[in-house]
């Protein structure tokens, strides 16, 4: 029996088509004018269907769905109501837009009738986003054909396509639906699940290189080339990197932070004349974003630059030096007969972490003399219980993930340790670095969690390395659903007491300390403890790389783990 609400019809119709072409996670945000859409997707969750997750917080609804995307590569919807509600939404649709990441938004808004002239929670929804969007629709759930199934699920079909990138880039979708009332009404029988192929994920650079029409350059191995991968690269630029015999400058993000032509120190390798200044050629794939570094190499004068489209509509392109712009390449011939060129990159680049490592020194044991062995214990020790240091923590961090655990970083100075500290490791690691915010980190972690964690998966823990200010800019994220899926997460709090990330910018040498520690700095004492068992999540505090490393490998439930920084 069809529904009596024709809101709640069209609910049925949109979320049960979105289901069926692969929708898997709708998160929700309670609000009167979004409650028929609430209501069915609660029905549909019933039914076994899809996901289903509840946030107070808008923001955080949006990027636990950005989360939740970013892992099983399909597009996760979040619904909301009208009014602030929707601008709520904004800074998770600006990072999905520029990571390429498939969202889709439906927002209840008020019909055309009460716009405009003063209405309670009316504002201009429709088109809100910007450009920022690959797809926006201001729907009347009642006007012409709208509430008829046939319309709806071609709808549904459009919104889907868009968010997915069947035809470009994947993005946010936007669905802005005027509701009347009643607002809702019985659901009734839902409609039987269409039988349909599983969704293709969002499409990578490397499908993208597939398509019809797609602009594909051959290359063949040259002296003084580097490969470099920016975030969200993947394991294509490992493969071109080792095709090409050139050194790999991969972020930690990049998806291909491994292989044998790993150069983890880039930075200070691309500062030094002999290494630096003797590149020719750049292959860039992905988005680079933690260095000033590669940048400056692709704007110098001599380099030539050819990168390779990644997620984001917008084309990486420092100081608009790259040429060519293309979907792809292909790489004939053998690679680079010189391997000196590769090894020394890749030699300096382990001898600079390995100088780099300030943990305390530790002698060799010798099992002959006693009184060595004894002082490699006392050593042992000495390092166990010293305190932990941010390069300290970055290592131990990345040693304790594994490639079925999940590694999330937040936007500030421990992602940029880690790019600096850590050799390759095949794992998957994840970072907002669209706008590189950071907004929503914790409810993105989460999302990944969720996902990774769902029935059937078998992932083990997601762990979220992040500092306290972004920690403390959403700590609305620690807040479950009730009745949900309490995912395996652990938190680790780089715990330095302030944004300690603007102590290294040029500004922190020209402002008077009182005013920069006020504005910029921005000191805080918060309780962590306290704020965790707000929260019902599990507290650990960790002062060493003893209690560190036996924190990160005790698997459980949502944990927080408060690491004490110097500044």
Do not use: C
């Not at 319309?151 to 005027?178: D, I, Q, T, Y």
């Not at 015999?245 to 292989?259: I, M």
């Not at 917008?314 to 060129?341: F, K, L, Q």
């Not at 003399?369 to 006392?378: I, L, N």
Request: hydrophobic letters at 45%; zero cysteines.
């Amino acid at each position: 029996m069809a529904p009596d609400s024709p809101a709640t019809g069209f609910s049925v119709a949109l979320l049960g088509r979105l289901i069926d072409l692969g929708v898997r996670d709708i998160v929700v945000s309670p609000g009167s004018r979004s409650q028929a859409l609430a209501l069915v997707a609660a029905e549909f969750e019933a039914a076994g269907r899809v996901r289903l997750h509840v946030r107070i917080d808008e923001r955080s609804a949006a990027f636990l769905a950005l989360g939740l995307a970013v892992e099983t590569g399909v597009p996760s919807v979040v619904i909301t109501t009208s009014g602030t509600a929707v601008a709520n939404l904004h800074p998770a649709v600006l990072e999905a837009y520029h990571a390429g990441i498939p969202l889709i938004v439906i927002t209840g808004d008020r019909p055309q009738v009460l716009r405009g002239i003063g209405s309670n929670q009316t504002t201009h929804q429709h088109g809100i986003f910007g450009n920022a969007t690959r797809f926006t629709r201001d729907v009347d759930a009642l006007g012409s054909g709208h509430h008829d199934p046939e319309s709806v699920a071609e709808l549904a079909g459009e919104v889907f396509a868009a968010a997915a990138g069947h035809s470009g880039s994947a993005g946010p979708a936007h669905l802005n639906v005027a509701f009347t009332e009643p607002l809702s009404g019985p659901v009734g029988e839902l409609p039987a699940a269409a039988l349909t192929a599983a969704p293709s994920p969002a499409p990578s650079a490397s499908s993208r290189a597939a398509r019809p029409g797609a602009e594909i350059l051959t290359i063949s191995a040259e002296p003084g080339t580097v490969v470099v991968a920016g975030h969200g690269a993947g394991d294509v630029a490992e493969t071109a990197a080792r095709a090409l015999g050139a050194p790999l400058l991969a972020e930690v993000t990049s998806g291909a932070r491994f292989g044998p032509n790993l150069v983890a120190a880039y930075r200070e390798l691309l500062r030094n004349d002999d290494f630096g200044g003797l590149v020719r050629r750049v292959i860039v794939f992905g988005h680079p974003t933690l260095s000033r570094e590669i940048p400056a190499l692709i704007e110098r004068s001599g380099v030539h630059t050819i990168v390779v489209r990644g997620a984001s509509p917008e084309d990486y392109n420092p100081g608009h030096r790259a040429d060519p712009i293309v979907d792809g390449i292909e790489i004939s011939g053998p690679p680079d007969p010189d391997r000196s060129w590769t090894g020394r990159w890749v030699h300096a680049s382990r001898a600079i972490v390995e100088a780099g490592d300030d943990s305390p020194v530790i002698d060799a044991p010798d099992s002959i003399d006693g009184s060595v062995t004894a002082a490699f214990q006392r050593q042992t020790l000495a390092a166990l219980r010293a305190p932990l240091t941010r390069r300290a923590v970055a290592d131990a961090v990345w040693r304790a993930t594994w490639p079925h655990d999940r590694l999330v970083l937040g936007s500030s100075r421990l992602i940029r340790e880690v790019d600096r500290a850590v050799q390759g490791k095949k794992i998957r690691a994840h970072a907002n670095r669209g706008l590189a915010g950071i907004d929503g980190t914790v409810s993105t972690a989460i999302g990944i969690a969720l996902a990774s964690q769902a029935e059937g998966a078998a992932t083990g823990t997601t762990r979220l390395l992040l500092g306290d200010i972004t920690l403390l800019h959403e700590p609305g994220g620690l807040l479950f659903g009730a009745g949900e899926l309490r995912p395996r997460i652990q938190v680790i709090v780089g715990n330095d007491g302030g944004g300690t990330i603007f102590d290294g910018l040029e500004v922190a040498a020209t402002t008077a300390s009182a005013a920069f520690d006020r504005v910029l700095y921005t000191p805080q004492n918060v309780n962590l403890r306290a704020l965790a068992e707000a929260y019902g999540w599990e507290y650990v505090r960790a002062g060493t790389r003893s209690e560190l490393d036996q924190a990160l490998t005790t698997s459980g439930g949502p944990t927080l783990i408060d690491v004490p920084l110097p500044r």
